[in-house]
């Protein structure tokens, strides 16, 4: 009688992987502009659904943040983690994947400091830190031109409160999505100074202290509504560029 060959070895089972974290889905996706949502896709082509219930957008963006993970995960194993850059710190790795999050996930915008010391798993102190090295590279030609622009959106809506004052200085509460708004804010105010000296602009300051709310005096809304100014500093500040690795 013949022999019978020996069938094919099936191998180990090979593990199953695992879920991301739910909580770590959840801050992501909802730090996503939602000015840039609309441009979300998933791989498959679907579309994000603008029109759609706030659950379905929510599930939509839970999955968009968890196929860009994977992507994101498979580039920096087969780029960073298979001896191709062999001397690679725990720091160098946090900055590329603060970088890879703001690329491909944010669009170049940050949520505060305790969202990402979630998403990090670290102290808020230590992902401030994270965050500061991120600015100090990348600030320039990503993230302050994107903010400008949010600025803009955000000062075109309808404020929280039309008009109140400070230190006896008339001006309006807008609802900001990040802490960071202020100090941007008040980095384009910077600005405006130099190009309007003989005025004093007042600082944007948190109203009565809450960091979802913002001040600013009406003068420098309305330097920063005339269509003029909005062109010098979108000129000054375009979007794109390269960035020295």
């Known amino acids: ?3 019978q060959p020996n069938p094919p070895s099936q191998g180990a089972v090979l593990p199953s992987i695992p879920d ?12 996503i502009p939602r000015e840039v949502r609309p441009n979300c896709l998933l791989e498959d ?24 993970l994977d992507r994101v995960a498979r580039y920096e194993y087969r780029h960073w983690l298979n001896g191709r850059m062999p001397f690679v710190s725990p ?24 969202v990402l010391a979630v998403v990090f798993n670290l102290t808020s102190r ?3 830190s994270l965050v500061s090295d991120f600015y100090a590279k990348f600030r320039k030609l990503y993230v302050f031109p994107r903010i400008l622009r949010r600025l803009f959106a955000l000062l075109d809506d309808k404020p929280q409160i039309p008009q109140t004052q400070y230190q006896g200085v008339i001006g309006r509460v807008y609802k900001i999505p990040s802490k960071r708004y202020l100090e941007e804010m008040n980095a384009v105010i910077n600005d405006l100074r130099e190009s309007h000296r003989r005025e004093i602009l007042v600082s944007a300051v948190f ?39």
């Not at 991301?20 to 730090?31: E, G, H, I, K």
């Not at 082509?45 to 860009?68: C, H, Y």
């Not at 720091?91 to 400091?113: C, K, T």
């Open 91 to 114: 720091r160098q790795l946090q900055l590329w994947r603060l970088r890879q999050f703001a690329e491909f996930i944010l669009d170049w915008d940050l949520p505060d400091d305790e």
């Open 20 to 31: 991301y974290l739910s909580p770590v889905l959840t801050l992501l996706a909802a730090a």
């Open 45 to 68: 082509g679907t579309q994000f659904p603008v029109n759609g219930k706030d659950e379905i957008q929510q599930a939509f963006l839970l999955t968009f943040v968890r196929e860009k």
């Open 126 to 128: 230590q992902a401030g």
């Open 207 to 245: 109203f009565r202290r809450n960091q979802q709310l913002m001040w600013l005096a009406e003068r420098v809304i309305e330097i920063m509504s005339d269509k003029t100014t909005r062109d010098i500093l979108t000129q000054l500040y375009p979007i794109g560029g390269e960035v020295d690795e």
């Open 1 to 3: 009688m013949a022999k």
